[in-house]
């Protein structure tokens, strides 16, 4: 990764990344949100200008391997560079990748992946240990360690601000907080389970699966679901604006950002192919993915770390699209079934419930921060200049969602952002302010 200028101001209104200057080493243009999507805390699109990189979205041929032996090949790259360590949250997507990293390890002799659990004392719906554990002992798991998480995971906390004062803001905002996890894998390997939720959740086909394989009954809802399913792309993409303003919770935004938010998530979910053969593999092609795992990688190569996703492995979901077939699988259980049968007891594949993160990654650290923030880098030219273009943000609205018990994830890039705009210049050393 090689150290890049920050961009120029590309008016008085707003800056590109509207951080100033990060201390060392800023991560080039193709990695950087752009100051619409600090705003809104998503990141939409396609992006063609990672095209290229080592997460280029290129569409790989599985042929007729089965997607949980495409899984162990990719596990295995990771598994030849020790250190490896498995990012394990006890969740499905880490339980799966863990269980295929000791498998392979055990069967091929290699020296056992070591798993990385963050916890969170004192957060009680951060709490995962019961189904760690549980998973631990299935699996035979003999290195395993446990590390305080609050510390990490505060947005603004001491492991954050170093590396963001180092690259600016990036996607996803919680990258900063694998400082300890990249440090163990030094000179290694580290495998993560992102993007379960997207490669095993619904997709387009889902309804006309569940209706066609009588898993759900054909009622009103179901028929509203088929028609905007099977209608022509431009009665998708309304369709999908009319539910992502009557759903989208995005009060911290001023009204004209938030219809062009609504706009561009439609016309993202408008794209997706009917068939889900070709949809699957195009997850690699939506700009958030694409963005995060540029990240991730290269936050890792800057701390010596290959790191490896086998479930966003473009041979993997192109196995996955073909065991699925053109309508895909009925639901996440199915799709996770699929993939995972062998290696995962029943009631982890079948597991609903999920940990929630907000209130730990808006720690001590964030909130002193937020109680003292006074408009820096939304609304107050000249003191860090614009975060985002004037008239984007709404600067009270904003401050109530940081003072919320659970902030929105949606608002972490621009927390990120505002405590770069408000530091002093020039610096000598990174924390919060």
């Known amino acids: 990764m090689m150290p890049v200028e920050p961009e120029p101001v590309a008016s008085s209104e707003s800056v590109p990344l509207a951080t100033g200057a990060p201390d060392d080493t800023a991560l080039s243009a193709p990695y950087r949100m752009t100051p619409q999507e600090i705003a809104w805390g998503f990141v939409t699109g396609e992006p063609a200008h990672i095209e290229g990189t080592a997460t280029g979205a290129r569409v790989a041929r599985a042929g007729a391997r089965d997607p949980l032996d495409v899984l162990r090949a990719v596990v295995a790259r990771a598994l030849l560079r020790p250190p490896c360590l498995v990012e394990f949250s006890g969740g499905r997507d880490s339980s799966l990748v863990l269980a295929v990293a000791l498998e392979v390890a055990r069967r091929e002799s290699l020296p056992l992946p070591v798993a990385v659990t963050f916890r969170f004392p004192g957060y009680p719906e951060a709490d995962e240990s019961a189904w760690q554990e549980a998973v631990v002992r299935h699996l035979g798991v003999t290195e395993w360690v446990r590390l305080d998480g609050v510390p990490s995971f505060d947005l603004l906390g001491p492991t954050s601000t170093t590396s963001l004062g180092r690259t600016g803001v990036v996607w996803p905002p919680l990258a900063h907080s694998r400082g300890p996890v990249l440090a163990m894998a030094r000179g290694g390997s ?28 054909l009622d009103a809802r179901a028929a509203r679901h088929l028609a905007l399913a099977l209608a022509p792309r431009p009665l998708r993409r309304a369709g999908y604006r ?22 561009q998530l439609a016309a993202e979910a408008a794209r997706e192919p009917l068939d889900q053969r070709r949809a699957l593999p195009r997850l690699r092609l939506r700009r958030s993915v694409a963005l995060g795992l540029a990240t991730v990688d290269a936050l890792a190569a800057a701390a010596g770390v290959q790191c490896v996703h086998p479930l966003l492995d473009s041979t993997f979901l192109a196995a996955l699209a073909r065991k699925g077939g053109p309508l895909g699988f009925t639901g996440r ?34 909130r002193r921060f937020a109680a003292r923030w006074r408009g820096e880098g939304v609304c107050v030219p000249g003191r860090g200049g614009f975060v985002v273009p004037p008239g984007t943000v709404d600067a009270e609205r904003l401050a109530a969602m940081w003072a919320a018990p659970e902030p929105p994830a949606g608002t972490f890039a621009l927390l990120q952002a505002c405590w770069l705009a408000a530091r002093p210049r020039p610096t000598t050393g990174i924390g919060a302010p």
């Open 242 to 263: 009319r539910l992502y303003r009557r759903h989208l919770e995005v009060p911290w935004l001023a009204p004209g950002a938030t219809d062009e938010l609504v706009s």
């Open 333 to 366: 259980d199915a799709a996770m079934a699929a993939a995972a049968s062998e290696v995962l007891p029943r009631p982890v594949l079948r597991r609903h419930t999920k940990a929630r993160f907000n209130a730990v990654a808006f720690g001590p650290h964030s």
């Open 190 to 217: 580290l495998v993560t389970g992102e993007g379960g939720d997207e490669v095993f959740g619904a997709g387009r086909a889902t309804p006309l699966r569940q209706v066609l394989g009588r898993m759900a009954p």
